[in-house]
Nanobody, 122 residues
Framework: VQLQAYGGGLVQAGGSLRLSCAAS????????MGWFRQAPGKEREFVAA????????DYADSVKGRFTISRDHAKNTVYLQMNSLKYEDTAVYYC????????????????WGQGTLVTVSS
């Protein structure tokens, strides 16, 4: 599975962005998908995840109520809608895929995409 994350950019605090993670090579319908981020000088951290069916989601406390993860099986794509962005959301965002449901455990994700940079200006 190849994952391509895109949609990052520069946005003012309070604004919105939607990130996309497009998969190729095979369908990701059997995979749970996660979004992670890494801010400058910090370790990569969990942001959100969605189960293979799309029926279960999980969010980091820092983004609950502001971010929404979703998926479109027909398009083989996962999305991260980010609203009410804050300066501290500035980071490189990565998408990843896994076959089981253990959303926050980074090291057991099977596939990773390259990152897309989100910069929030204050």
């Amino acid at each position: 599975v190849q994952l391509q994350a895109y949609g990052g950019g520069l946005v003012q605090a309070g604004g919105s962005l939607r990130l996309s993670c497009a998969a190729s090579g095979r369908t990701i319908s059997r995979y749970a998908m996660g979004w992670f981020r890494q801010a400058p000088g910090k370790e990569r951290e969990f942001v959100a995840a969605i189960s293979s069916s799309g029926g279960v989601t999980d969010y980091a406390d820092s983004v609950k109520g502001r971010f929404t993860i979703s998926r479109d099986h027909a398009k083989n794509t996962v999305y991260l809608q980010m609203n009410s962005l804050k300066y501290e959301d500035t980071a490189v965002y990565y998408c990843a895929a896994r076959l089981d449901w253990n959303p926050t455990l980074q090291r057991t994700y099977n596939y990773w995409g390259q990152g897309t940079l989100v910069t929030v200006s204050s």
